[in-house]
């Protein structure tokens, strides 16, 4: 990590994908090539336009790519703004990373895993995911539920059909929220859809989403006989510092931008229900 | 116990500018009736050392108000980064009371955890610190809830103790020495007897004064224990915070007199010839504190208003071995414009005299 942790290096933006109306994935390599830094999977981090703003976002990319970082970011008002009409080309600082990763190396290896993820909640997850189809014999089954609004909306539905419906011992299960012509696919929302798909309990799941379809979804898996041991999920504050000092992210004794983003669900309840 | 060194109350500008002479030297001056800020000494300053406490808090010194990280020049689709941080310079900072002097290392858990602030290190580095007991603490003081001793100030590198006609000056750390050894011309040897005793009256006067405050029997029982985090949900959800928020403005002068608040922005600032990026003392009661694009976790100002209590009652004691992150100072009693404050916290929470 940097030595100065407030400042950050140059990363040039060297591809934007349009993922859907209103998500866009950004290539971020170092000015001499490369990436700016090595992270895990589900670590953010902060990236800004002197001037325009700087904000905290989860690296979708794996580890394991070995040429660039990527980030898929929604449009959602501030800096994000600025970033979906930039060009290639465009420099931004980056600085990170940030956070406790998914542990991937530990407590999921060898696991049948379970991945959930709503909405632009699939960004955090697609960095495990890639990560897991690199090294594919260190896990079981993997199963990927993935929702969105819809069929327009599903963030980068090549890799998807491509690469993880292809990939060994993979199922992927997509649903959208309403009907849509020319989708033949699942149509309801995540947390009935994975009832519905009735897994095993002999699974870790990983959940990523909007609150509100973390909370019915976890109470779904709850209901099919998942402990909250058994489910990790990310957690989403404002943030500054990244570092567990400037007080923005603090919830409970725990700081998001440094205990987090990634929680295991029950320890969750320990903190005061503030986000 | 180091050797103790005395100098005569009236010769005191010559220690000032003996020590100004090598170091930059921050002491309270006087900038208002009964007010005194850490300004840098001059021969003009009008020193102040009878006030108890100033108005911000001596943390300024190693986490200013505001400071700048790095500047950056954009010119089309490339930035460059331009180092650009205040300089640190060595200094001394003298007249520091026992609550402001236990704050530092509060900050100090913070800042100097790993990852270390590098902004924050280099002026702790370049800073000596020399102390000042109290001998007139006031009714809104409570450092002794929290162990702290105002006759017989710790956690700095210099204690100095001021009578009526004498400073006592005795180093404690290495850095004390150091200073002391650059005043061997102004200081001269206490006297083993006659100097000790007077020292010693001082501190047993100030001890005497602070056992008959009015908050000598504020207690910290219900957020004391190993098992705070086990508590914190109840104290989260206690009724108290439904009456005791309802006064509060949140005007951040509380967080912002404080010496152990620690919570920033970091902000960017067009010059015309380039960003700035600074950071700030920012404030947990600012309603924008925690806003996100899509919502914001705290609404409402109870939520707000307990955050800051929580934090130095809780959070904070439950990530450092159950230290508070207050230090009695009472600057927030004697400031808030609606008289809330921490005491009435922990009041409500049990903790008035048994
Ligand atoms: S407690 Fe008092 S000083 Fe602090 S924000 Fe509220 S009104 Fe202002
Ligand atoms: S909370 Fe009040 S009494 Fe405690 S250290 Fe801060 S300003 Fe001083
Ligand atoms: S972002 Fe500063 S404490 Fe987490």
Redesign the interface.
């Known amino acids: ?1 940097n ?8 990363g040039i933006v060297t591809d934007i994908r349009t993922d859907t109306p209103d998500v866009k994935t950004f290539r971020v390599n170092a000015p001499k090539g490369g990436k700016c830094f090595e992270h895990m999977p589900g670590q953010c981090a902060m990236l800004s ?4 703003g ?1 904000a905290m976002f989860s690296i979708t990319s794996s580890p394991t790519n070995r040429e660039f970082m990527e980030f898929s970011i929604k449009r ?3 800096f ?1 703004e600025w970033l979906h009409q930039i ?1 290639v ?5 980056i600085r990170g990373p940030y956070g406790h990763a998914f542990p991937v190396d530990t407590a999921l290896k060898g696991r049948d895993l379970l991945f959930i993820a709503g909405g632009i909640g699939l960004a955090p997850l697609r960095s495990v995911i890639d990560y897991c189809l690199a090294r594919r014999s260190d896990y079981g089954k993997i199963d990927i539920v993935y929702g969105s609004r819809s069929a327009d909306d599903l963030v980068d539905i090549d890799e998807i059909r491509n690469v993880w419906m292809n990939a060994e011992n993979v199922d992927v299960h997509l649903t959208i929220d309403r009907p849509q012509e020319g989708w033949e696919g699942h149509v309801g929302f995540v947390p009935a859809y994975v009832k519905e798909l009735n897994f095993d309990t002999d699974k870790t799941a990983l959940l990523c989403g909007p609150p509100i379809m973390i909370k019915f979804t976890l109470a779904s898996l709850q209901e099919m006989g998942y402990d909250k041991t058994q489910v990790y999920t990310t957690m ?3 943030m ?2 990244g ?6 992210c ?4 725990k700081y998001v931008c440094k205990d987090g983003p990634v929680f295991r669900c029950d320890q969750l309840d ?1 903190l ?1 229900n ?2 | 116990m180091s050797k103790m060194y005395k100098i005569s109350k009236e010769r005191l500008d010559e220690l000032y500018a003996a020590v100004s002479a090598v170091k930059s030297l921050y002491l309270p001056v006087r900038s208002g009736e009964n007010q005194s800020e850490f300004k840098k000494w001059s021969d003009q300053s009008d020193v102040c050392l009878d006030s108890l406490n100033t108005v911000k808090s001596a943390k300024e010194l190693f986490f200013p108000q505001s400071e700048n990280l790095i500047s950056f020049k954009v010119s089309g689709k490339d930035i460059e980064l331009v180092e650009d941080r205040d300089p640190s310079e060595p200094f001394v900072l003298f007249g520091v009371r026992a609550c402001d002097a236990k704050s530092f290392s509060i900050l100090d858990s913070v800042f100097l955890s790993d990852p270390v602030d590098t902004f924050y290190k280099s002026r702790r580095e370049n800073g000596t610190v020399v102390t000042l007991a109290c001998r007139a603490p006031e009714e809104t003081c409570f450092c002794g809830t929290f162990g702290i001793d105002a006759s017989d100030p710790a956690g700095g590198d210099v204690k100095t103790w001021l009578t009526d006609t004498e400073l006592y000056w005795e180093a404690v750390s290495e850095k004390g020495e150091e200073l002391t050894k650059l005043l061997t011309g102004i200081l001269s040897e206490a006297d083993a007897d006659a100097d000790t005793k007077a020292v010693d009256d001082l501190k047993k006067n100030t001890k005497e004064i602070l056992a008959r405050l009015p908050l000598a029997d504020l207690k910290l029982d219900y957020f004391s224990g190993d098992r705070l985090n086990e508590k914190l949900n109840d104290v989260f959800y206690a009724p108290q915070w439904q009456e005791l928020y309802k006064s509060c403005l949140g005007c951040g002068t509380c967080t912002f007199v404080c010496p152990t608040c620690q919570c920033y922005d970091i902000r960017d600032f067009d010059t015309g010839h380039g960003i700035k990026r600074f950071r700030c003392w920012d404030s947990c009661m600012y309603s924008d504190f925690t806003k996100m694009a899509h919502g914001n976790p705290r609404t409402s100002q109870l939520e707000r208003f307990r955050q800051r209590f929580m934090h130095k009652l809780v959070y904070y004691p439950a990530n450092n071995g159950g230290e508070y992150s207050c230090v009695g100072c009472g600057r927030c009693l004697a400031k808030c414009p609606v008289s809330m404050n921490i005491v009435k916290v922990i009041k409500a929470f049990g903790g008035e005299k048994a």
Request: proline share 7%.
């Open positions: 990590m030595n100065d942790v407030l400042i950050p290096q140059i336009m002197p001037g325009v700087e959602c008002g501030g994000t060009e080309g465009q420099a931004v600082t989403e504050l404002r500054k510092c570092v567990g000092k400037c007080g923005r603090n919830i409970g004794s320990e005061p503030e986000y």
